[in-house]
C-alpha cells in the first residue's frame, strides 16, 4: 500500500495517521532489530575472517622456509657437475658431502638419477631414506623439471618429508633429482601452530594431501590420518581456503561430547602440497551464538505499536483543518498563479509547512525569471569544456602518435635481434662446429694412417659449441622464471648481469601469496631486466637496490642505482635518441594497467618505481587485451632488454662474460 494508491486515498485523515504513525514507529524498530541481527552475524563473520587470515599467515610463514629450502637445494643443484650423469661421479658426491652441513634439521641428503636409482646419500646410514621406486613425487620432479615437497611419508623407516629439485644437463634436460629428507617434528612445526589455538578444546594442524597430520597442537596426533582426511585432501590439492562448520562425524581426544559440532578453518601451502587447520566447537569459535532474545524483541514491538495509537489519535484532531487550506493554495501554484501569498496558518508543523510553500513560490518566481541567465552561463560553460575537450584530443593524438613510432621502433628491434642472433650463430657456432668437423675429419685420417688421433681440442670445440649453444637459449627464455616464480628470476637476473660486472646488488623482496599469471611475471621481469641492463651498459653504478613487493593493493617494483644519472627532460627533447627503453617501460606498466616513474639527475643515480594494481592478478574480460599486450611488449629482444637495448644487441652479448649452467 503506497501513499498515492486509491486503497490509501480513501480512507480517513485520522485512521490514516493512526496507521502512518503506527508504521511510522514500527519499521524503525524493525530496521533496529534487521540492522542488530546483521551486525550479530557481522561480528561471526569478522570472527571468521580473523581465523581464516590467522590460519593463511601460518601458512604464508611456513611457505616462506619451505621455499628457503627450495631455493637452498636449488644451488646444491647449480653446483653440481656439468657432465652429471657420466660414469664419474665423484664431484657430484663431494658436493653433496660438503653441502651436508649447511642443512639443518636434514635426516639425509639424496641423488638420484632418471631411473630413480640412488647415486650417493649423505650421511650414509645403514637404511636408505631416499624415496622409493613408487613414490610418485619424484616421477613427477622428473617429468616436469619443477621443484616439489612431498607429503607425509610413513613407513617401517619412520614418518618423514622428502623436498625434491631437478638437476639438469646443460642442454636443459633434466638428469636427475637432488633432495632432502626431513622429520616434520624437528622442525619445531607446532610451535606456529600454537598461536591458532582458540577456546579451550579448539586445536590447530598441519596436515598433507593424503589428510595425514605433520605437526598438531594436540600431542600424539603427528603421523595419524586427520578425521576430515579426505575433505582436508581435496582441498590442499584445489589450494583453496574455507571457513565452514563440520558435522559431527568423528571424535579426538579431550573433546567435550555435548558440543560435538566443530567449525573448521582451512588454509593452503603455496610451496607444498599442505594445509593449516584450526578446529574448534561453534559454541566456542562464534561469540554471537544463541545470544538473541526473540521473545523480548516482539514484547517491545508490541508495546511500541500500542504507543504509537495513543499518539495518532491526539495528532489527528490538530491536522485535518489547516490541510484544507494547503490543499487550495498548492492547487492555486500548480496552476501556474504565483502572484498571492500564501496565508500564516500558525507555528506549528502546518504553519512551517505552509511558510515553506511560500518560500517555495518565491523561489520558484524568482528561478523562471534567472532562466535566460542560468541558459547563457551554461551555454559559454559548454564552449570551455568543448574548448578542453579538444585540447585533451589533442594530447591524446600525440600519445597515440608516440606509441605507434614505440611499436615501430619495437617491430625494427626485433628484426634486429633476429640478425644479432643470426650473426652469432654463423660467426660463432658454425665456425665451431666447422672446426668440429675437420677435427673429426682428422681423425679419422690419423685412424687410417694407423696414428693416435688427438681428440682433446675436438672435445674442447664440442664442449664450448654446446655452451654457446645453451647460452643462447638461456638469452631466450630463462627457465628459473617458470620453475621459481618472479622473485627468483629477478634475483638470477641481478646476480648474471650486475655481480659479474663488480656492481653490489641488495635484493628485498616482499611476500606474495601465489604465482602470478605467466604473461604478467613476463611483463614484469622484463621491466626489472630493461632497468638492470640499462643500470649495466650505461650508470657506471657500484651499488644497486631491488625492491619488489606488495603494497595498498598494488605490486610495487623500484630499483635505485648510485650512479651518474642523467637529464630525463633533456633526454625525452633530444632528436633521433630518443629513451626507447624507458618508454617501454612505462609502456608495459600501462598495459598491465599501472603507472612507472623514473627519477634521475646528472651526478644523482636514477630510480624506477612501478606500480601495478593487484587487480590486475585476477582473471576477467580485461586480462585477454592486456595478456596480448603483455606478450608483444616483452617480445623486443629475447632477454627482454627492449628496443633501446636492441640497437646494441652484438656488443652486449659479447661481452656478458658468464656461461650459465
Not at 3 to 18: A, Q
Not at 118 to 143: C, K, N
Not at 371 to 394: D, S
Not at 440 to 453: F, K, S, V
Request: proline content about 4%.
Amino acid at each position: 500500500m503506497t501513499l498515492d494508491g486509491p486503497e490509501l486515498g480513501s480512507v480517513g485523515i485520522r485512521r490514516r495517521v493512526y496507521l502512518l504513525m503506527a508504521t511510522g514507529i514500527f519499521f524503525p524498530l524493525a530496521v533496529m532489530a534487521a540492522t542488530g541481527m546483521y551486525w550479530l552475524r557481522a561480528i561471526d563473520d569478522r570472527v571468521l575472517a580473523g581465523r581464516l587470515s590467522a590460519a593463511a599467515a601460518v601458512a604464508a610463514h611456513y611457505d616462506e622456509h619451505l621455499s628457503g629450502d627450495l631455493e637452498a637445494l636449488q644451488r646444491l643443484a647449480s653446483a653440481l657437475s656439468p657432465t652429471f650423469g657420466d660414469a664419474d661421479l665423484s664431484d657430484d658426491r663431494r658436493a653433496l658431502r660438503d653441502a651436508q652441513g649447511q642443512f639443518r634439521f636434514r635426516e639425509r641428503l639424496f641423488l638420484l638419477d632418471g631411473e630413480q636409482n640412488v647415486l650417493a646419500e649423505e650421511p650414509m646410514g645403514p637404511v636408505s631414506l631416499a624415496p622409493r621406486l613408487e613414490t610418485s613425487v619424484v616421477a613427477d620432479v622428473l617429468r616436469t623439471g619443477v621443484p616439489r615437497m612431498s607429503g607425509l611419508v610413513v613407513d617401517e623407516r619412520g614418518h618423514f618429508v622428502h623436498e625434491l629439485v631437478p638437476v639438469r644437463r646443460l642442454d636443459g634436460r633434466v638428469a636427475g633429482v637432488v633432495g632432502g629428507t626431513f622429520d616434520p617434528e624437528r622442525r619445531e612445526f607446532d610451535r606456529m601452530l600454537r598461536h591458532l589455538r582458540r577456546g579451550e578444546s579448539g586445536f590447530a594442524e598441519l596436515v598433507d594431501s593424503d589428510g595425514l597430520v605433520l605437526a598438531s597442537t594436540v600431542a600424539g596426533r603427528v603421523g595419524k590420518r586427520s578425521e576430515c582426511a579426505a575433505h582436508l585432501g581435496a582441498l590442499v590439492k584445489a589450494k583453496r581456503s574455507e571457513s565452514v562448520g563440520c558435522v559431527s562425524c568423528h571424535r579426538y581426544e579431550g573433546a567435550d561430547v555435548e558440543a560435538a559440532d566443530e567449525f573448521l578453518t582451512f588454509a593452503p601451502l603455496a610451496s607444498a602440497p599442505w594445509g593449516v587447520v584450526m578446529r574448534q566447537p561453534v559454541k566456542e569459535a562464534l561469540p554471537t551464538e544463541g545470544a538473541v532474545p526473540w521473545l523480548g524483541v516482539a514484547v517491545v514491538l508490541g508495546l511500541q505499536l500500542a504507543l504509537a495509537g495513543a499518539f495518532a489519535w491526539g495528532a489527528a484532531r490538530s491536522v485535518t483543518r489547516p490541510i484544507a487550506v494547503l490543499t487550495d493554495e498548492a492547487e492555486r501554484i500548480a496552476g501556474g498563479d504565483l502572484a498571492w501569498p500564501i496565508p500564516e496558518l500558525g507555528a506549528d508543523e502546518l504553519g512551517r509547512l505552509g511558510a515553506s510553500l511560500e518560500v517555495m513560490r518565491r523561489n520558484l518566481k524568482e528561478l523562471l525569471e534567472h532562466e535566460v541567465e542560468v541558459n547563457a552561463e551554461l551555454e559559454q560553460r559548454v564552449a570551455e569544456r568543448t574548448k578542453e575537450l579538444n585540447g585533451a584530443n589533442a594530447l591524446l593524438r600525440e600519445r597515440e602518435e608516440a606509441r605507434a613510432q614505440l611499436l615501430r621502433k619495437l617491430i625494427s628491434a626485433q628484426e634486429d635481434e633476429r640478425k644479432r642472433i643470426a650473426r652469432e650463430l654463423h660467426d660463432e657456432t658454425s665456425q665451431d662446429l666447422a672446426v668440429l668437423a675437420m677435427g673429426i675429419e682428422a681423425a679419422q685420417d690419423a685412424l687410417r694412417g694407423g696414428r693416435t688421433p688427438h681428440l682433446d681440442e675436438v672435445k674442447a670445440v664440442a664442449v664450448r659449441t654446446l655452451e654457446d649453444v645453451h647460452r643462447i637459449i638461456l638469452d631466450l627464455r630463462p627457465s628459473v622464471l617458470d620453475d621459481l616464480g618472479l622473485l627468483s628470476a629477478i634475483r638470477w637476473y641481478a646476480e648474471r648481469h650486475l655481480e659479474t660486472r663488480g656492481v653490489a646488488v641488495r635484493c628485498e623482496f616482499g611476500e606474495l601469496d601465489r604465482r602470478l599469471p605467466l604473461e604478467m611475471e613476463t611483463a614484469l621481469f622484463r621491466i626489472c631486466q630493461e632497468a638492470m641492463s640499462n643500470i649495466a651498459r650505461h650508470a657506471k653504478a657500484t651499488a644497486v637496490l631491488v625492491q619488489v613487493g606488495v603494497e595498498d593493493d598494488e605490486i610495487r617494483i623500484e630499483i635505485e642505482d648510485d650512479g651518474r644519472g642523467f637529464d630525463l627532460e633533456g633526454a625525452a627533447r633530444r632528436e633521433g635518441r630518443r629513451p626507447w627503453g624507458l618508454l617501454g617501460i612505462r609502456e608495459r606498466a600501462e598495459i598491465l594497467g599501472g603507472t612507472a616513474r623514473i627519477d634521475s639527475a646528472p651526478g644523482k643515480g636514477t630510480r624506477v618505481l612501478v606500480r601495478i594494481p593487484v587487480a590486475a592478478m585476477r582473471g576477467g574480460a580485461a586480462e585477454e587485451p592486456a595478456s596480448a599486450a603483455v606478450a608483444a611488449a616483452g617480445a623486443g629482444r629475447p632477454d627482454g632488454s627492449g628496443p633501446e637495448a636492441a640497437a646494441a644487441s652484438k656488443p652486449a652479448a659479447a661481452t656478458d662474460g658468464g656461461r650459465s649452467t
